[in-house]
């Protein structure tokens, strides 16, 4: 898994793309696809949706290297953030994409007996479920990818205790032995790490803008 780079290679790569060195494409693409697949993919749920964000998010970045600001932070969370904005805009449009083909149809089909109007607010009763539906799948998808990250840049010994018990089903005894620590040990990594997941379904305040994300396409 991609872990934060040090500032300084952060700078170093914002400077080499935007000499448009393609070498620095390559590292930072062999750094950071997995983080971006996997979460596209986690969101998305499809495979060919998953590579298409993954091939738009590094065109993105190699295009506009200077929408990056190592000074607000890592360009780990700029590229995740880029992922996690292109995914929703996907979801929408597929979704989006669906309904008007939909309401598209149903406005041809409209009998001309005067039921039109109850047919009109039919369609906007029908659009209005597939939004709410459609909001709380950006939502899902939003918490989830979020959590991935998280777990993805928790310290080593959290996430490890953390797989350990919810993934291989061990309990804190058996963690604790399979890590080397004490019983306290694996008690106080496993409720860290799941403080750490539950601010996956907090909310950011509105207008806040998460650091290092800067513009996204």
């Not at 793309?17 to 930072?28: D, F, I, K, P």
């Not at 062999?30 to 499809?46: I, T």
């Not at 700029?78 to 597929?94: E, P």
């Amino acid at each position: 898994m991609a872990k934060d780079a040090p500032p300084r290679w952060d700078r170093r790569m914002q400077q080499r793309l935007t000499r448009g060195e393609a070498a620095a494409l390559g590292e930072l693409y062999d750094r950071f696809a997995p983080l971006v697949h996997s979460q596209a993919h986690r969101m998305l749920d499809d495979e060919d949706a998953a590579d298409l964000v993954t091939r738009e998010v590094f065109h993105f970045v190699w295009e506009n290297p200077g929408a990056y600001d190592p000074k607000q932070g890592s360009m780990r969370s700029w590229v995740a953030w880029l992922t996690h904005r292109r995914s929703v805009q996907r979801l929408r449009g597929t979704h989006g994409a669906d309904g008007a083909g939909t309401g598209h149809r149903d406005a041809l089909a409209a009998p001309a007996d005067g039921s039109g109007a109850d047919r009109q607010e039919a369609d906007g009763s029908g659009a209005d479920a597939r939004e709410r539906e459609l909001e709380h799948l950006v939502r899902r998808a939003t918490v989830a990818a979020r959590a991935d990250y998280i777990v993805a840049s928790m310290p080593a010994p959290l996430r490890a205790a953390l797989e350990l018990a919810y993934v291989q089903r061990r309990d804190y005894r058996q963690t604790a032995a399979d890590l080397g620590v004490t019983g306290e040990e694996a008690r106080r990594r496993l409720r860290l790490g799941l403080q750490l997941l539950a601010t996956a379904n907090t909310h950011p305040q509105a207008g806040s803008s998460p650091p290092g994300y800067g513009h996204t396409p």
